[in-house]
Nanobody, 125 residues
Framework: QVQLVESGGGLVQAGGSLRLSCAAS????????MGWFRHTPGKEREFVAA????????YYEDSLKGRFTISRDNAKDTVYLQMISAKPEDTAVYYC??????????????????WGQGTQVTVSS
C-alpha cells in the first residue's frame, strides 16, 4: 500500500508563502484523488483542498479559496499545496491523504483511506 510523506512545513511570517509537498514513499499516487486537511488542537480536522486523480478538477474550502492552490505531478508521484498570504489562523498540522476511487465526497475525510504523518505549519504574526 502506498505511504504518504509530507514535507515543506515550517515557520512563515504572516503574509508570506509556503509550499507543502506530499510524496509517495512506497507505491504510487496514480489513480488516487488526493486531499489536504489541517488540524489545530481543540478543533476538528478541516478540509483544505482536493484534486482529482488526473489533476483536472480541484476543490477548495470556500473560506480558503484564493490563498491555497493544490496541484499534482503524477510523474513525480507528488501532490503540492501552495499557500500565499499566510495568516496566523493557518497555523496547523497539515495532512495529505489519498481518497477512495469515487467521484464524490472530496470534502469528507471519511472518504480518505491513506494518510500521511502530517507537517507542522506555523504562521507568526
Amino acid at each position: 500500500q502506498v505511504q504518504l510523506v509530507e514535507s515543506g512545513g515550517g515557520l512563515v511570517q504572516a503574509g508570506g508563502s509556503l509550499r507543502l509537498s506530499c510524496a509517495a514513499s512506497r507505491g504510487t499516487l496514480s489513480g488516487y484523488a488526493m486531499g489536504w486537511f489541517r488540524h489545530t488542537p481543540g478543533k476538528e480536522r478541516e478540509f483544505v483542498a482536493a484534486i482529482s486523480w488526473n489533476g483536472e478538477n480541484t476543490y477548495y474550502e470556500d473560506s480558503l479559496k484564493g490563498r491555497f492552490t493544490i496541484s499534482r505531478d503524477n510523474a513525480k508521484d507528488t501532490v503540492y499545496l501552495q499557500m500565499i498570504s499566510a495568516k496566523p489562523e493557518d497555523t496547523a498540522v497539515y495532512y495529505c491523504a489519498a481518497k477512495v476511487p469515487v467521484t464524490y465526497g472530496y470534502r469528507d475525510e471519511k472518504k480518505y483511506i491513506i494518510w500521511g504523518q502530517g507537517t507542522q505549519v506555523t504562521v507568526s504574526s
